[in-house]
């Protein structure tokens, strides 16, 4: 007989092995549940409890998962599947024997030990600590340095004092703003509120507090702050993830800023919290040769997750030592903000200057913000302003620690729930017209891609450049997606350098992801263009086309190029014809022309018999299978969501798990009837052996049952072609 060590030992690495079969396939997960039958009673508190099939994915996740992100995750990779919930739902409808509940001390002590060691290894150091990991009086954590990949010259890396590098150091800002509205309505509110001030250039942590751009160091140094600032979230969006400096530097060269205009730039920004956040506007305090304040950076975003970089110049006529003390400036508003003020008007922008020569730890900022009406009315009056001293987030000790977040945690999760009170009151208290959301214009930057529309952009960008490989004029375009899509491409057609005076340029600018997602709406491209770019309201406009004539004459060349005859099964053809009969007009526009509304009594149809569009047949000709079969199940899925759905995807997507979760359901009757009748021969058969046999089918059920739910849930995934 085996020790009690022996048989812990063997359970690990029992339980590791099945940890990494499980992640191979099905099969060996199978035969691996077959081989534990002889040691059944190791397993049989968690058997009650869990399925063998997804019991792998617990323990891996937890090694996989920050303790922060542990319950997500196992939400996402374990309970959220429906084979978890048909199980427990097959359970609790009274088809299994119910033995439960089991008392804790039964419970395995192997997993118990994975638990423990998974929270040992989250709070092992990987590395001594640095010297750089306790704030601004020692030397600096990294190089300031702007990424390479972005073209600006990198900045040598030195050894120096924080305070001598930088103007101001990291802080940490108690602050307070209010809103006070004046016509057509009076309305006020004021609100607690927490910013943090970053160093352009910093990269690191302070203390425990406060970090930013930890992302651009070593995995061995990155350290998180309980407040974070990712340069993710601010400035141009991109696939790539370059530093604050970078992105700053980038934006004011597009700008016509030269980088010997400036010298210094500080962020002042609501932090991330356990990795959230929502900043309705970040101030960018940018600093000339001279320590002078010669420009501010206003980040504004909407509740729509747009945003618009308002970038203002100082008053050259402004006598120097006022404008040492304060910013003020006048723009336009291009931008919509509110759905209870239009996208005209003004703004005008009086700022304190946070830089006190000789008093860094003494910053302090003080914001006001004036929007004007089209008819230079005073219309509203917001102000955000630090309250009291600012905090030094190398000097926070562990207790002052606690209070701090105690104390500010939750102000950046109730900051859109704020919003959306105060939108309510304006609404049903004072009645105040609502306009609706405008598209953006081209001098701000549209929401992210959802999944769908980041599939769909991949589509059209290799449909554009086909339409360029293959025309029979000499052709150049400049494609510009979305920020967080993709990067600036250019196709050109494949002629000589004799010709190269002769190409027509063609530049194609996406404002918006809703974009790709109203473009399979249109049977006819050329329609398509018309209705988003050309023939639309500005505010509508999901398109820029700077020479429509050059994409007409493509598309009219695609058009008459003739099939290169795929062919396709009798079930590709359906889900294929399956795709033109759900094909519906795109979702109504926020601002209708006078010239294009409806008659009265006036039904209008659309007489054009259905077929595929030129993007259809181009990912059904020209792409593999797979991708093919991607396009055109996520195509299929939009055009059901807003035929049935309102629009609203998550929508579909919870019918098909509800329908997947009632196939595992279905799947474990099944299995359970299946082995009842296998019992029962058992018992005919084997006479006092019954306990055996029931052991091992309680076993073999659960596993057989989560394979055969399973198939089904792939039956339903090739009906449908994914």
């Known amino acids: 007989m085996r020790t009690r060590s022996g048989r812990i030992r063997d359970s690990a690495i029992g339980w590791l092995g099945y940890g990494i079969i499980t992640y191979s396939g099905l099969m060996p997960v199978m035969a691996f549940a077959a081989s534990l039958w002889t040691e059944r009673q190791q397993y049989a508190p968690l058997l009650q409890y869990g399925n063998p099939i997804w019991l792998g994915t617990i323990i891996m996740t937890l090694f996989w998962s920050s303790l922060l992100g542990l319950i997500p995750q196992l939400f996402l990779n374990v309970i959220a599947t429906p084979d978890f919930a048909g199980y427990y739902i097959f359970r609790w409808l009274g088809f299994s024997p119910q033995n439960l509940p089991i008392p804790w001390a039964q419970w395995n002590p192997i997993i118990i030990t994975v638990i423990m060691l998974r929270v040992m290894l989250q709070f092992m150091p990987a590395s001594p600590p640095q010297a750089s990991d306790h704030g601004p009086s020692n030397t600096v954590e990294t190089s300031g340095a702007a990424d390479s990949n972005e073209g600006s010259a990198p900045i040598t890396t030195v050894k120096e004092a924080r305070m001598e590098k930088f103007l101001m150091p990291p802080l940490l800002f108690p602050a307070k703003t209010t809103h006070t509205r004046f016509f057509p309505k009076k309305h006020s509110f004021a609100y607690s509120y927490f910013y943090v001030g970053i160093p352009v250039g910093w990269q690191g942590r302070s203390g425990t507090a406060l970090s930013a751009d930890v992302e651009q160091l070593p995995v061995s140094r990155r350290k998180y702050g309980w407040?974070?600032?990712n340069s993710a979230d601010y400035l141009m969006r991109s696939s790539k993830h370059p530093s604050l400096e970078s992105k700053l530097r980038t934006y004011l060269r597009g700008e016509g800023v030269k980088d010997d205009e400036w010298s210094f730039a500080y962020l002042c920004t609501a932090p991330r919290f356990l990795g959230y956040s929502f900043n309705p506007v970040s101030f960018w305090y940018i600093y000339g040769q001279k320590s002078e304040l010669k420009m501010m950076l206003l980040e504004v975003n909407n509740t729509f997750d747009e945003r618009r970089m308002y970038l203002l110049r100082a008053d050259e006529v402004t006598a120097e030592g006022e404008a040492q003390a304060k910013f003020k400036k006048t723009w336009t508003k291009d931008f919509h903000v509110s759905p209870f003020n239009s996208r005209k008007g003004s703004y005008s922008l009086q700022a304190s200057n946070p830089h006190t020569p000789g008093r860094m730890l003494e910053t302090a900022f003080d914001n006001l913000i004036t929007l004007k009406s089209s008819k230079n009315e005073i219309k509203l009056v917001a102000r955000v302003f630090s309250e009291g001293p600012a905090i030094d987030p190398s000097s926070v000790g562990d207790w002052q620690m606690l209070q701090l977040i105690a104390s500010w945690f939750w102000v950046g999760f109730m900051t859109f729930p704020r919003i959306i009170y105060e939108a309510s009151m304006l609404f049903f208290a004072r009645k105040l017209h609502v306009w609706y959301r405008p598209e953006i214009m081209p001098s701000s930057l549209g929401r992210h891609a959802t999944a769908e529309e980041k599939t769909l952009e991949k589509f059209f960008c290799q449909y554009l450049k086909f339409l360029i490989e293959r025309s029979a004029s000499s052709v150049e375009v400049v494609y510009h997606p979305p920020g967080d899509v993709g990067d600036v491409q250019v196709f050109s057609t494949p002629h000589s350098v004799a010709q190269e005076d002769e190409k027509q340029l063609l530049e194609v600018t996406v404002l918006s992801p809703a974009f790709y997602s109203r473009l399979i709406h249109y049977a006819h491209l050329t329609e398509a263009f018309d209705r988003e770019g050309l023939c639309t309201d500005e505010k509508n406009r999901t398109v820029v086309l700077s020479r429509p004539d050059v994409l007409d004459m493509l598309l009219k060349e695609d058009s008459t190029r003739p099939s290169i005859g795929k062919r396709c099964s009798r079930l590709e053809t359906w889900r294929w014809d399956m795709l033109c009969k759900y094909r519906c007009p795109p979702p109504p526009v926020s601002y209708v022309e006078d010239g294009a509304k409806p008659v009265r009594d006036v039904v209008v149809e659309d007489i054009r018999p259905e077929r595929l569009s030129q993007l259809d047949r181009f990912a059904m000709?020209?792409?593999?299978?797979?991708?093919?079969?991607?396009?055109?199940?996520?195509?299929?899925?939009?055009?059901?969501?807003?035929?049935?759905?309102?629009?609203?995807?998550?929508?579909?997507?919870?019918a098909e798990y509800l329908l997947q979760v009632a196939l595992s359901v279905a799947a474990y009757r099944a299995t359970t009837a299946a082995f009842a009748a296998i019992e029962a021969a058992s018992i005919a058969f084997a006479g006092g052996d019954v306990v055996l046999a029931h052991g091992k089918l309680e076993l073999l059920m659960a596993v057989s049952g989560s394979l055969a739910g399973a198939g089904l849930v792939h039956l339903w995934n090739v009906a449908k072609g994914t």
Do not use: M, N
């Open 621 to 654: 000709e020209r792409t593999p299978a797979d991708e093919a079969a991607w396009y055109r199940t996520t195509v299929t899925k939009t055009f059901v969501t807003q035929r049935y759905a309102l629009g609203i995807s998550a929508l579909v997507g919870l």
């Open 227 to 229: 407040f974070d600032v």
